[in-house]
């Protein structure tokens, strides 16, 4: 019978492998959906906009139902799983779209990306509440920074390695980006299997809790409600710019594939340097405050990039926005587990999963319709200047739950 300690060892370990097989499932198919409708499928502003923004209005719909299976589940893996197999066989649709009259090429792979989302959904919901029940409190700030570390060197790696094939075709011949999305389904199996070799534990759930749906009462706890305020004004901050960058990279700097992938990568090296340091500074300082230096960061990546439209100055903007990155991804998830409760942390992430993703449908869109009513400069603008705004927003957030635990350290102990 294995102990308490080698069981979480053995689920560190495949959760690495697992979440390796998902990043470069990621980096061989969605980080290239751009250039593929642009170069390929002439996809207009609009619809790379879509691309970023449908499969967050798909993935509201998905959330809510997810909430309500989750709710009555005491076993996830297997859930998890079958969601992650589902999501990963739409990258087969996306194989065949070019053989489409070239009129409905690009809806139908605006509607795959957008529908994919729908067990996606699924997916990460369910792993994000899986894997918040494997991992113990004191170990997630330094094996989610470890693990975050791995998965970066192995999407650098993936993506270098895709920038140089893609160099040897013409950008508009679909056929390397088909095979991109064959071997990505591959590897999408590879992380089925090793998600599934985790060890969890069953839980038997009240009788109440199984006939539960959605729980709205998670709102009643402050500091998650707090949290939610905090993380949807950055994240629409945040997601407004994503198609604004695509659109920049490829229409106005025209950036091939081999220039993606070099920014990706670029992007991914100072993630890869900069996670441990995330890790213990959200240790020693909170995960909060260093939000708030995330906010501040992430603010000047919109303002750099239009400065230029150089190759190797966007590297380099890339770069340094890497650093950000990095600590946005590792804090907001680390965050979120900290101000949920442990007995219910499914719903806790359900209902911010639902907010985030009507976030992600509006703010897109909001993007795309600022670029095509002001110009790319204005909407960069007001994006980087919100991002920043945030991250004064993140540290009111932090000075608010600050204030709440020295309050109850003086009830503690009597004064």
């Not at 979440?19 to 170069?39: D, K, Q, R």
């Not at 060890?199 to 707090?226: C, D, G, H, M």
């Not at 995960?287 to 439209?309: D, E, H, Q, W, Y």
């Not at 540290?395 to 020295?406: A, E, Q, V």
């Amino acid at each position: 019978m294995q102990n308490s300690q080698e069981i979480n060892q053995w689920n560190e370990k495949n959760s690495i492998v697992n979440g390796v097989a998902s990043t470069v499932v990621l980096n061989m198919s969605n980080n290239y959906f751009a250039l593929f409708a642009i170069g390929v499928l002439g996809a207009t502003n609009y619809q790379v906009g879509l691309i970023s923004s449908l499969p967050q209005i798909i993935g509201l719909a998905a959330i809510i139902i997810c909430s309500v299976i989750m709710g009555r589940l005491n076993e996830k893996k297997r859930f998890t799983g079958y969601s992650i197999l589902f999501t990963r066989l739409f990258l087969i649709g996306m194989f065949f779209v070019v053989f489409l009259p070239y009129e409905y090429r690009a809806w139908v792979f605006v509607l795959l990306v957008g529908f994919m989302n729908l067990p996606g959904s699924f997916a990460n919901l369910s792993w994000q509440s899986f894997i918040g029940d494997l991992i113990p409190d004191n170990r997630r700030s330094g094996f989610f920074s470890e693990r975050n570390k791995a998965l970066t060197i192995a999407g650098m790696i993936a993506t270098l390695a895709v920038g140089l094939c893609l160099q040897m075709f013409d950008k508009s011949n679909p056929v390397p980006y088909q095979m991109l999305f064959a071997v990505a389904f591959i590897f999408g199996l590879i992380e089925v299997y090793y998600l599934n070799r985790h060890i969890e534990t069953k839980k038997e759930l009240p009788a109440q809790k199984r006939k539960s749906t959605v729980n709205w009462s998670v709102y009643r706890y402050k500091p998650f409600l707090y949290f939610i305020i905090c993380g949807l004004f950055f994240n629409f901050a945040w997601q407004m710019a994503w198609p604004l960058f695509s659109i920049y990279q490829i229409k106005f700097a025209h950036a091939t594939g081999f220039w993606i992938s070099i920014f990706t990568v670029a992007n991914q090296v100072a993630q890869i340097v900069s996670f441990k340091w995330w890790g213990r500074m959200a240790d020693k300082y909170s995960n909060a405050k260093m939000l708030a230096v995330c906010g501040v960061g992430m603010a000047t990546a919109p303002v750099l990039t239009i400065l230029s439209a150089n190759m190797i100055y966007l590297t380099f903007v890339n770069l340094i926005t890497g650093v950000f990155v990095s600590g946005t991804v590792l804090l907001l998830f680390n965050q979120l587990l900290e101000v949920t409760k442990e007995e219910n942390r499914g719903s806790y992430i359900a209902q911010y999963n639902i907010l985030l993703a009507f976030v992600g449908f509006v703010a897109p869109q909001f993007g795309v319709y600022l670029l095509e009513q002001t110009s790319m400069d204005t909407a960069m603008y007001i994006s980087g200047s919100l991002r920043a705004v945030s991250g004064g927003v993140f540290m009111l957030f932090y000075f608010s739950i600050h204030k709440k635990r020295i309050f109850s350290r003086k009830v503690a102990v009597g004064h």
